[in-house]
């Protein structure tokens, strides 16, 4: 029987996130699976806490100097052991009966190298903005799955038609460590970027000829104030620190101050990877509009965002859109234009949150991310097989 192996990679001060994450592991009532705990900084507070679990199926890993973030992942990933892979972080929880539904899957289908779903999503109570501390957001979907050729969703993610959690992927996902082992071989390195879930997404769609799309909730993704993206978003200062410790070669060609620019470059490497020069007007309009709403969006990072789309612009978009993107640049760097934008857009979030996010204090007493996998187990029957 396959062995799945759950890693969780954590850093010190996270401790608290840490615990509830790895309880939601060893609650799983799958026959074969282990979870691996790699503590980047020897933290005394993690081994502790791993031993006071006192369970054989939890290993700790500690790499002897503090990694960058990509790095510590390359070698969380070179002391797996198990047939099936999957990454979550120290502020994740995994559903009840995930395991035994993500097995359910593969025994479906044999020849699939990996599942994906559709995880929740959890702000814990401490997460730096109030409005959205304690809320989530979760869709029931149908328990149903379905195989996606590989190739066509990529191609739709670089055509800025989908988002990239549409792709195979790691980070969330469940991966078979034979393409995972391919990879490396072929690449040398699965996580090579600032942003290692994006980029290795891009990296498997490669390799993964289709893969399957189970419509429900399998894990939690939690941000809450010690989180590595909340505070490379909110942060100057831990962004630019961040950034200053990964290798040259690790780092990215644009200031990875929005995720959209982020994603066009891993398009870029796709494009080279497969030989195929970048071309086409369309794409290039919907990502001149995300990367602007990006700038909008955070003030502290918007004059490196805009240079970003001068720089793209000049590259690659027709005369038409350098036009289109010189004027927006020219008023985002106005005060007036880039602070109605900015408070025209927070009020939006504001509202998608209001809209979308529940309590989850309120409807379920829930004060961490395993309360909340624990009471949203009972509005989806199909994730405990």
């Not at 997460?127 to 050729?149: E, K």
Request: hydrophobic residues 40%; charged residues 20%; proline residues 5%.
């Amino acid at each position: 029987m396959d062995k799945i192996q759950v890693i969780i990679p954590t850093t010190p001060g996270r401790e608290r996130y840490l615990h509830w994450c790895i309880v939601s592991c060893l609650a799983q009532r799958d026959p074969c699976f282990s979870v691996l705990v790699s503590s980047n900084g020897k933290s005394p507070e993690v081994r502790r806490m791993v031993e006071a679990f006192g369970d054989s199926r939890l290993q700790l890993v500690e790499p002897d100097d503090f990694l960058p973030m990509s790095m510590h992942w390359e070698f969380a990933l070179g002391k797996a052991s198990g047939q099936v892979i999957t990454f979550i972080g120290d502020d994740d929880a995994l559903m009840p009966g995930c395991l035994a539904k993500v097995r359910a899957l593969f025994a479906e289908n044999p020849g699939i190298p990996c599942v994906t779903h559709s995880p929740a999503q959890y702000y814990w109570p401490d997460y730096p903005l109030d409005h959205q501390r304690n809320r989530f957001w979760a869709v029931r979907g149908s328990g149903q799955s379905h195989v996606v050729r590989a190739g066509a969703a990529l191609d739709a993610v670089m055509a800025f038609k989908a988002h990239y959690s549409t792709l195979p992927y790691l980070y969330h996902g469940f991966i078979r460590t034979e393409v995972l082992e391919r990879v490396r071989r072929d690449r040398g390195t699965i996580f090579k970027r600032s942003c290692p879930d994006i980029y290795s997404d891009f990296l498997l769609a490669l390799y993964c000829e289709s893969f399957m799309r189970f419509d429900g909730v399998l894990t939690l993704g939690g941000q809450g104030a010690k989180s590595t993206g909340v505070n490379y978003l909110l942060d100057k200062a831990f962004a630019d620190r961040f950034l200053q410790t990964l290798p040259l070669e690790m780092r990215s060609k644009y200031s990875t101050k929005s995720a959209t620019v982020e994603v066009f470059e891993y398009i870029e490497l796709v494009r080279s990877w497969r030989k195929r020069p970048p071309s086409g007007a369309g794409p290039h309009s919907r990502l001149l509009v995300a990367a602007f709403r990006d700038a909008m969006s955070n003030a502290a990072y918007r004059q490196d965002i805009l240079s970003d789309i001068t720089r793209i612009s000049r590259e690659y978009f027709p005369w038409y859109l350098k036009m289109m993107a010189a004027a927006l640049v020219a008023g985002g760097r106005t005060v007036t234009m880039s602070g109605l934008l900015q408070a025209l857009l927070a009020l939006r979030q504001r509202s998608v949150m209001a809209r979308r996010y529940r309590n989850a204090a309120t409807l379920y007493g829930a004060q961490n991310v395993w309360d909340l996998a624990q009471a949203l187990e009972g509005e989806q029957s199909w994730s405990s097989p």
